[in-house]
């Protein structure tokens, strides 16, 4: 009886952990392989965003832009790349250059016959196609170093609305993040070019970076990096957001009873924005996942593509991503870099500068201030309507119904039962996409407005604004959500693929 208890102890330990279940991606080499790969590239991305840039003034920038809000860092170094990066480093341009390569090989098939082609050619095209990606992204990275450079290099943050009556004033110093050189108004053209060579350098090693989390890690490596970037700065907003309301106070004072605490209208916008934050965040992903099934139907055994009388073409509600909210971004960024441009190269006497003044007063510019009136409403609607039209156009470069009725339905002796092959397939299928992108539209449009929107009514119900508001956009919910909800499904589709082997080999 003795020995049995004894063999009875021994044997404890190994049952116990036999029914302690480890999570299966600790058991599976290859998901922790790709999770280690990704959380490595994660690592270096971030510290090189912590490096300076050379020839920028951290001191100054420390000066002016330490305790200042997300939207004026936003507004002077991140006008390229959607304001997701909070100092001027190495890397400060992110992949923007990258992500409007894409962009622009996306479309530019649908005008040169040859690249078509090539899309057409399976894998090797595919890897062509990528390498002129790659190309395209130097030229770009350097084009916008150099205009971003040129923009911060003459930005005198001590003027920072160019009031010529204060440019004028003798006793007024410049103060320049880019120091120039002695008796000049720019620094010296070796000293950009040097600049911009290393920013254009940070933008192609984060290109090599996003390319390798692609194929050896997990999740798309773009949008990690985009994602990564984009979380990095969230807990600078909260923290400066939460520091100016005394939460165990609040807490302390709602347990004893008293409610007038509530009446504060800075703490009713931060829990407002809190919730809201919570149920844009639903709703993203219901829209996300939402699909609208279309039935189909094959007139012929075709090997490798029948999947039975169930089978249906998934049209996505969110087609075509967060591009046209890019678009729309960039579209009307447009004035705001060319602005000032020109205005540093002009005359405050010359008959364009009124001109020029005025467009800097108008809608264009109503986010880059902390007034709300009506330029906010015109910004808003046509930001809105914006959106939606890029949503539109771009829906239909993404899902090209003529291609899908011919290339892949008819010729694979595939039909929507009840529609004719070919034109008219085609006709259908365009009038359901139409309805498809302008329903994915709208979504995309309201939830990039509602940052807009709330800022506008904290700052009109308490005289102030939130930093979360202003650093952290729709544009960027979407992106973090999206991005999650991809890498979930890549996982996912890991894990049933171990599965799928563990079964085979059994």
């Known amino acids: 009886m003795a020995k049995l208890r004894l063999d009875a102890v021994k044997q404890f330990p190994k049952r116990l952990f036999r029914k302690i279940r480890l999570p299966s991606f600790l058991t599976n080499k290859e998901i922790l392989t790709r999770i280690g790969i990704t959380l490595l590239i994660v690592v270096i991305y971030r510290g090189l965003a912590n490096i300076p840039l050379p020839g920028v003034d951290m001191n100054i920038y420390e000066s ?75 030229p770009l990275s350097l084009f916008y170093s150099i205009v971003y450079l040129y923009i911060i290099a003459q930005r005198d943050l001590g003027n920072p609305n160019a009031d010529p009556a204060i440019a004028a004033d003798p006793n007024h110093t410049p103060v320049y993040l880019i120091p120039h050189e002695i008796g000049s108004n720019m620094p010296s053209l070796e000293k950009i070019i040097f600049m911009a060579i290393i920013l254009a350098a940070g933008t ?89 099934k279309i039935n189909i139907q094959y007139a012929r055994r075709v090997r490798g593509a029948e999947i039975g009388r169930g089978s249906f073409l998934p049209l996505k509600f969110t087609l075509t991503g967060v591009i046209p909210v890019i678009f729309t971004y960039a579209f009307l960024s447009i004035p705001q870099i060319i602005l000032p441009l020109v205005e540093n190269n002009i005359q405050p006497d010359s008959s364009i500068y009124p001109f020029i003044q005025s467009l800097k007063t108008s809608f264009l510019y109503a986010t880059t201030d902390n007034v709300v009136n009506e330029h906010d409403t015109i910004y808003a609607l046509v930001y809105f309507v914006t959106t939606v039209v890029f949503a ?3 829906a239909f470069i993404v899902f090209n119904p003529q291609e899908v009725a011919v290339e892949n339905l008819q010729k694979n002796g595939a039909f929507i039962p009840g529609i004719r092959p070919g034109k008219a397939t085609e006709n259908y299928l365009s009038s359901v996409l139409l309805k498809i992108a302008l329903v994915g539209g709208i979504f995309l449009a309201i939830i990039a407005e509602i940052p807009i929107l709330a800022s506008n009514m904290v700052l009109n119900s308490s005289g102030t604004t939130l930093i979360i508001l202003s650093g952290i956009g729709g544009t960027s919910v979407l992106i973090i959500v999206g991005v999650f909800l991809d890498t979930y499904r890549q996982y996912k589709s890991l894990q049933a693929t171990r599965n799928y082997e563990k079964y085979i080999s059994a």
């Open 64 to 138: 002016y832009f330490g305790a200042n809000t997300a939207s004026e860092i936003n507004y002077l170094f991140t006008i390229f790349t959607g304001g997701r990066v909070d100092t001027p480093s190495l890397v400060g341009l992110g992949i923007a250059a990258y992500i409007n390569a894409s962009i622009v090989m996306q479309i530019l098939p649908y005008a040169i016959p040859r690249l078509k082609e090539l899309q057409k050619e399976g894998e090797r095209g595919r890897q062509v196609i990528n390498q002129i990606t790659r190309f395209l992204t130097l």
């Open 204 to 292: 192609i090693f984060l290109m090599w970076l996003s390319e390798i989390i692609t194929e050896k890690g997990l999740g798309n490596g773009s949008s990690v990096i985009i994602t990564i970037g984009i979380l990095s700065t969230l807990p600078v907003y909260l923290t400066q957001d939460f520091a100016r309301v005394n939460f165990g106070e609040i807490i302390n004072q709602l347990l004893q009873g008293n409610f007038s605490v509530l009446n504060n209208p800075l703490t009713t916008a931060l829990l407002v924005v809190l919730i809201g934050a919570v149920l844009v965040i639903a709703g993203i992903i219901f829209i996300n996942e939402s699909y609208r």
């Open 392 to 394: 539109l156009i771009y």
